[in-house]
């Protein structure tokens, strides 16, 4: 046998033999994988005896032959794809496909490797086109090897080769294409009984004796973990190496040195796409519960234990309500809710989740009175641990700071050669500037990534609160704040709903703050199936939720947060960019611990996984139904008017129902053509109809054109206005934190010649068609404020001087600066025209803003006292909705909407019939109804202390209706 090896191992190549075996010989009998496999096998065997090289000292070494191949002039992607145990796809048809392994990571810089194992081309399987249909048109190669060989070479560099004549005595690779093997690994590891998507114990699990830490790491060939005291300095003893599982691919290990309060941290050996290296890295934990300031260790902790709770914690009571569609959401940022509050007790709360626990500060007596109203539930901006800001005060600028203390820290900033008093606040600084300039907006630009604010869809430990807004963001203090906040908040009659972001993560590869892709590396992130870059279409790095153990993660993180903090329900941020079978699926688990939870989320169609492009959608049409909702922007634009992603003239010419479209048009759209317009107001409106009818796709209206048709006939730029079939599908809005604010967007739109009064009526008006309307409405928080961020389009990471909500309604922050120029210095000079041709009449003071505050209560109010806005069924609206005033001869500017309560199927005892009439128009407009003598003004509206609402008026046969005003009947 050691002569037979000699022999061959004589040959150039070592591997003369089997490369020499191409396709056709494999698809014969006389020669299969396994036996190749095998032969391989005994080849490294041989040579590792055959002495040679092999001395004692260089055996480890030259164990296993080395493998050469000419790379230098291949073209190299990423578009290989380990999708089962036994098939590889590729672009690439590949004449002479060889699998090509290197454990050293050496074939891009030497073309070495260990193994070559020789591939089939097959058909392409039926079901590839099911299962991942953006890769329908690529090859498929067969390979055969065992569970324990495949499961270690994922932990090695592979890469799917086409080699040249491989007969010849010198090989060259035409093609490399570097494998990903996100598909297999869910294959081996989470499609049995009892694998890695069943553990339940991820983490850091305190037991009685000893701390269990478990994570899923199949990549890796080597894991340890490190703990860490108090101070951050390691504990005597405290390295302990983890043992992998090899059915699941989980890495555990005991320590009885890390009680609760421990700091720890993993140390990884693994191969990462990126470098095209093995790498040794430092990672948190991605099932971390508790986390170190700024996150740079994860901390042991047991969420049951008393330390972790304020008091009456587990006693707390939270307000129940019917339906989803009873709900009445109140999007709240943390820091905007406080930050700008000069009436809390203790000034340090400012932007904290303790300043919602303040007893009388003018943002908790706004909440209670909006609560008294009948506003039930706040939606919090992304509370989970984030990554843009740093958790020490000490390091960040607040408008409060002075000049003096800012250039003592940040001496660069321009701000400190600029003249500037060193005694005045940077706030003061700011205010002095002349609005019509872009002076703030520098500074703004300068310090942004030193001050304290971020929305937060930046995403680095998914089921940790942040920090940042924390008085202490050390360990377990900041648990216990957040839940004091969710506790308050309960205690206050609301319901919690949490922002969530799966869709992304901040960073990934390498980066200081990358946790997913250090552990699993080309796992978690979605891979362009070509390049083998991480997509980035949301934004920044694409998670995979189609990838079982991401999906996993976002299962059991969900369940934390309404298991352990008590939240209510979660809006999902670019849900569409998740499979619509997984979001069913973690709604059933959520609904184990909180049967009434209320899932919703963006369901926008864009990017790599458009038109279920690689898996069905969690998108408006395909959760049609499901009670799952879906912000609709088919009443929004109707409203609002225009696109959210024009500059510009562009801007002010696309006014919409709410602010002037066709009945008072602005110099541009005047300018337009006249027959165009009125075509796009018609179908505005038919569009807002559908929109207050629940966005039902079958619910029946005669359009514009007299034609009797449903929701989904409604043109709304190609596809259907409407495509909800349950009223729990829709969650209808006019304004959110994304895009101006609905105060600026109306000023880019309104007429210049229209006075403050009305505009602070077109406010109003426009925020009454989602309280008014069937499904859920979500209502920006400081809307009801006429709140301003001086024209900035997207302000997430732009400061509290933008971002300013007022709540002592003294201002309502408009033109406090030119929006940055990084937004919006497209529309620096449509701004200025606006301004100055306003002269004033686009500032309000603070009787309009109380105004506008009371008439938005007076909605509140009116939605919540009967159940006639909050219908629960598609049949339901149907058969109780109707809209009066419409087709070809429809009066302008009216929409009439009529809810029935008839007494055989009685909602309310106390109304047999609603007429809600919306008048857009600038004029008072009658509209003629044979029975409007049996109604009267709705009792809320008879209290109003709007001077309009006197003049509303039923007679015998009509009902007049003030000009920019809403007006519910009842009988």
Same mark, same amino acid.
């Given at each position: ?195 890695? $998507?069943?553990? @339940? ?6 037991? %009685?004796? /000893?701390?269990?830490? +478990? &994570?899923?790491?199949?990549? *890796? ?124 007790? $203790?000034?340090? @709360? ?6 919602? %626990?303040? /007893?009388?500060?003018? +943002? &908790?007596?706004?909440?209670? *009175? ?137 960073? /990934? ?463």
């Amino acid at each position: 046998m050691s002569a037979q090896c000699h022999l061959s191992f004589a040959m150039p190549l070592n591997f003369q033999f089997l490369l020499g075996i191409n396709t056709h010989m494999l698809s014969s009998t006389k020669v299969t994988l396994p036996v190749i496999i095998i032969f391989l096998m005994l080849l490294g065997a041989c040579q590792a005896s055959s002495g040679g090289k092999g001395s004692a000292a260089n055996k480890a070494k030259d164990a296993t032959p080395t493998i050469n191949l000419e790379v230098s002039s291949a073209k190299v992607d990423s578009a290989a794809h380990f999708l089962t145990k036994d098939l590889i796809v590729s672009q690439k048809n590949m004449a002479a496909p060889y699998l090509f392994v290197s454990a050293k990571a050496s074939i891009d810089e030497k073309g070495q490797g260990e193994l070559l194992i020789p591939l089939v081309a097959i058909d392409t399987p039926a079901w590839l086109s099911v299962k991942h249909p953006h890769l329908t048109q690529f090859f498929t190669y067969q390979v055969d090897l065992p569970d324990s060989q495949l499961k270690n070479l994922l932990k090695q560099q592979m890469a799917l080769v086409d080699v040249v004549d491989p007969q010849k005595r010198r090989k060259s690779a035409s093609h490399i294409s570097y494998v990903q093997t996100a598909k297999v690994l869910d294959q081996l590891y989470t499609q049995g009984a009892n694998d890695a $998507d069943e553990y @339940q114990h991820y983490g850091a699990l305190i037991n %009685s004796s /000893a701390t269990q830490f +478990s &994570i899923w790491a199949p990549t *890796a060939t080597r894991v340890e973990i490190k703990l860490y005291d108090s101070n951050k300095q390691p504990i005597e003893g405290g390295q302990v190496s983890l043992t992998e599982d090899k059915n699941t691919g989980i890495w555990r290990g005991l320590s009885v040195r890390a009680p609760q309060g421990t700091y720890y941290r993993y140390q990884m050996s693994v191969y990462h796409p990126q470098t095209l290296q093995n790498e040794k890295v430092w990672v948190t934990d991605p099932y971390s519960l508790s986390l170190s300031t700024n996150s740079l260790y994860s901390q042991v902790v047991d969420l049951s234990h008393q330390s972790t709770k304020p008091k009456g914690w587990d006693e707390q009571m939270v307000a129940t309500l019917d339906s989803p569609e009873q709900l009445i959401l109140y999007e709240t940022h943390i820091r905007d809710f406080s930050a700008s509050d000069k009436t809390l007790s $203790d000034p340090s @709360q400012a932007g904290k989740y303790a300043a919602f %626990s303040q /007893a009388h500060s003018d +943002s &908790i007596n706004h909440l209670k *009175a909006l609560r008294e109203a009948g506003l039930n539930t706040v939606h919090l901006l992304p509370t989970y641990d984030i990554t843009t800001v740093d958790e020490l005060p000490a390091n960040l600028i607040k408008l409060t700071d002075s000049i003096a203390s800012i250039c003592q820290r940040y001496s660069q900033l321009s701000l400190c050669t600029a003249g500037h008093d060193a005694s005045q606040s940077l706030e003061n600084v700011l205010s002095s500037f002349e609005p019509s300039t872009a002076k703030a907006q520098a500074v703004i630009e300068q310090i942004r990534a030193l001050d304290p604010y971020n929305w937060g869809y930046d995403p680095y430990h998914y089921t940790v609160p942040e920090g940042s807004y924390a008085l202490n963001p050390e360990g377990l203090s900041r648990l216990v704040e957040f839940r004091q906040m969710v506790l308050r908040l309960h205690q206050l009659g609301f319901r919690v709903i949490m922002d969530v972001v799966y869709n992304h993560t901040f960073a /990934a590869g390498l980066h200081p703050k990358s946790v997913l892709d250090k552990v699993v590396p080309g796992y978690y992130h979605r891979l362009n199936p070509v390049t083998g870059a991480i997509e980035q279409s949301t934004c920044c790095d694409n998670t995979a939720s189609e990838h079982r153990m991401m999906a996993k993660l976002m299962l059991d993180s969900l369940i934390v947060w309404s298991r352990d903090y008590k939240i209510d329900g979660f809006r999902f941020d670019l849900m569409g960019h998740q499979p619509k079978d997984l979001m069913l699926e973690a709604r059933a688990e959520v609904q184990k611990v909180d049967p009434d939870t209320y899932f919703y989320g963006e369901g926008w169609n864009f990017g790599e996984v458009a038109n279920n492009a690689q898996f069905v959608q969690a998108t408006q049409s395909e959760l049609a139904g499901t009670e799952i909702g879906t912000f609709t922007d088919r009443l929004r634009d109707a409203i609002r008017g225009g696109s959210s992603f024009v500059s510009g003239n562009d801007i002010r010419v696309g006014q919409g129902l709410g602010n002037g479209l066709v009945t008072a048009p602005n110099e541009l759209h005047n300018a337009q053509n006249r027959e165009q317009m009125m075509q796009e107001y018609l179908l505005s409106l038919d569009q807002a109809r559908i929109g207050l009818a629940g966005n039902l796709a079958i619910f029946p209206i005669e359009n514009a054109q007299g034609e009797n048709v449903f929701g989904r006939d409604i043109d709304y730029g190609g596809a259907p206005t409407g495509y909800a079939l349950d009223p729990a599908d829709t969650v209808n809005y006019v304004s959110k934190h994304d895009n101006q604010t609905l105060w600026d967007n109306n000023q880019y739109r309104i007429a210049s010649e229209l006075s403050t009064g009305q505009r602070v009526r077109m406010q109003i008006l426009s925020l009454a068609y989602p309280m008014l309307a069937q499904g859920i409405p979500f209502i920006h928080m400081g809307s009801e404020l006429l709140r301003s961020k001086s024209f900035l389009r997207d302000s997430y990471d732009f400061g509290d001087w933008f971002n300013k909500v007022d709540f002592s309604k003294q201002s309502n922050n408009y033109n406090v600066g030119l929006p940055p120029a990084d937004k919006d210095q497209a529309n620096w000079d449509v701004i200025g025209k606006i301004l100055s041709q306003n002269e004033g009449r686009d500032n309000v003071n603070a009787q309009h803003i109380e105004f506008a505050f009371e008439r938005f209560r007076e909605l509140l109010a009116i939605r919540s006292s009967t159940p006639l806005f909050s219908l629960q069924t598609a049949d339901q609206i149907i058969r109780r909705t109707k809209f009066l005033n419409t087709g070809p001869e429809q009066t302008l500017g009216l929409i009439v909407m009529s809810i029935d309560d008839p007494y055989s199927r009685d909602l309310d005892p106390n109304i047999e019939q609603m007429i809600v009439i919306f008048n857009n128009n600038i004029e008072t407009q009658t509209f003629d109804f044979s029975d409007a003598g049996k109604f009267t003004l709705h009792p809320v509206l008879k209290r109003s202390q709007d001077p309009h609402m006197k003049n509303v008026v039923t007679s015998t046969n009509s009902f007049t209706v003030p000009g920019l005003t809403v007006a519910v009947f009842v009988r």
